[in-house]
Each structure stands twice: as structure tokens, then as C-alpha cells.
């Protein structure tokens, strides 16, 4: 088994830290109910990229973006009091769209299965329907 690298332990502490300091400490009206969903670390450790979503979805993207822009320095020097690195990674905040992917999946997998649901009698009826107007024609 292949242990975890620094990289992926360090992204680890950030996003702990990063969803705490969100909870607790920011209080940006533009940064509530946003989650971090991920932080990707580069191997020298020199730029922490930070994926997001918040409840208002893509619509909300620029606004939140705003909000992390403008707190970068104050989480920066947050993160870099706790986790004692010696260089501080650049933070670099990204929309995650994973989340709107999977609920427009979801929404196409309840589109089908309402579709499935329809009795079978009516489906019966509506294809000895169509078979005779075509045998007609």
C-alpha cells in the first residue's frame, strides 16, 4: 500500500482548517453556507488549489469568488500561524461543478423513472394505437 504524500496530508490540514475558519471566523455575508469540497496541492507545495460550492450554485460563483478574493490574505495568514510550513502555498479558489453535474445526473435518472412508472396497460394501449395508425396509412 502506497502511503499518502506530503502533498495530499498538507491539502488535508488546508481544507480542515479552511472549512473551520469559514465556520467560525469569517463572516463574510458572501462566503456563508459555502463549502470547501477539496484542496489539490502541487508536489513542491508552492500553490494550494481550493475547490468550493455554495448553496446558490453556479449563479452564485462570481460573488463567492469575490468573497474568497477579498479574504485571501486573512485566511492565508490563518493557515500559515497553524500549520507552520515554511513557505505559505498560494491559494487558488475554483467553483467545483461536480456537484452540479451529479444533481443534473439525478434529475435525468428521476425523469426516467417517473417515466418507467407508467402503467403498463396504458403503454400496451398506446402501442396498439401507433401499430394501427401506421397499418392504416
Do not use: C, W
Not at 477579498?70 to 461543478?97: N, V
Not at 451529479?102 to 398506446?126: N, W, Y
Amino acid at each position: 500500500m502506497k502511503p499518502f504524500a506530503r502533498s495530499e496530508r498538507v491539502g488535508g490540514q488546508i481544507q480542515k482548517m479552511l472549512s473551520e475558519l469559514l465556520h467560525k471566523s469569517i463572516h463574510d455575508p458572501r462566503l456563508e453556507m459555502t463549502t470547501i469540497t477539496g484542496v489539490r496541492m502541487t508536489r513542491d507545495l508552492k500553490i494550494a488549489k481550493i475547490y468550493f460550492t455554495s448553496p446558490g450554485g453556479a449563479s452564485n460563483v462570481k460573488r463567492v469568488s469575490d468573497g474568497f478574493k477579498s479574504s485571501r490574505g486573512y485566511i492565508k495568514r490563518m493557515l500559515a500561524s497553524r500549520l507552520g510550513l515554511r513557505y505559505m502555498p498560494d491559494l487558488q479558489f475554483y467553483y467545483d461543478e461536480s456537484f452540479d453535474y451529479g444533481a443534473k445526473i439525478d434529475k435525468l435518472l428521476q425523469s426516467v423513472k417517473t417515466e418507467s412508472h407508467i402503467p403498463a396497460d396504458t403503454r400496451l394501449q398506446d402501442e396498439r394505437t401507433n401499430n394501427t395508425t401506421t397499418e392504416t396509412e
